[in-house]
């Protein structure tokens, strides 16, 4: 399993039909971001010592497309079989992987939330098999339908 970075979910066919240029002479683009009414994560079999939590932030202002505003709290949902786990479509949301990776200054202490370092960065502690999916008020459109 690999860490999942922070992302924000969205219509990836919109976007890319509409996407311009961040800046006069940049290579980057990116377009009109419409994100789901809510996404899901439907924890089917999760095995092993520590499972990877899914990460939810909460944005100062409330969660709107585009670049991240400013972080005011995340919530951290451990990975429990036969949970279902549903938050806001805007949130920015991530997979930690090693489980504590997020936490600055983690790895430094003799232990970590009940585990040893060494458990926490080897990753080598189970599997977590999940189902993702988002729900919209229209469907998303086809990024290869232009």
């Given at each position: 399993?690999?860490r999942?970075?922070?992302?924000?979910?969205?219509?990836?066919?919109l976007?890319a039909?509409d996407?311009?240029?961040i800046g006069?002479?940049?290579?980057?683009?990116?377009g009109k971001?419409?994100?789901?009414?809510?996404?899901?994560?439907?924890y089917?079999?999760v095995e092993?010592s520590?499972?990877?939590?899914?990460?939810?932030?909460?944005?100062e202002g409330?969660?709107?497309?585009?670049?991240?505003?400013?972080?005011s709290?995340?919530w951290?949902?451990?990975s429990?079989?036969?949970?279902l786990?549903?938050?806001?479509?805007k949130c920015?949301?991530?997979v930690?992987y090693?489980?504590?990776?997020f936490?600055?200054?983690?790895?430094?202490?003799e232990e970590?939330?009940n585990h040893s370092?060494?458990?926490?960065?080897?990753?080598n502690n189970?599997?977590?098999?999940?189902i993702l999916?988002?729900?919209?008020?229209e469907?998303p459109s086809?990024?290869?339908?232009?």
């Open positions: 399993m690999a999942l970075e922070a992302h924000r979910d969205v219509d990836e066919g976007c039909k996407a311009i240029p006069l002479s940049s290579d980057i683009k990116i971001q419409r994100c789901p009414n809510n996404g899901h994560v439907l089917v079999d092993g520590i499972g990877s939590p899914t990460l939810v932030w909460e944005e409330g969660a709107v497309p585009g670049p991240p505003g400013k972080l709290s995340v951290a949902v451990p429990v079989s036969n949970r786990l549903r938050f806001d479509g920015l949301h991530a930690a090693p489980p504590l990776s936490l600055k200054n983690c790895f430094e202490a970590c939330d370092n060494d458990d926490v960065k080897s990753g189970g599997r977590r098999a999940v999916f988002n729900t919209w008020d469907p086809y990024p290869s339908v232009g």
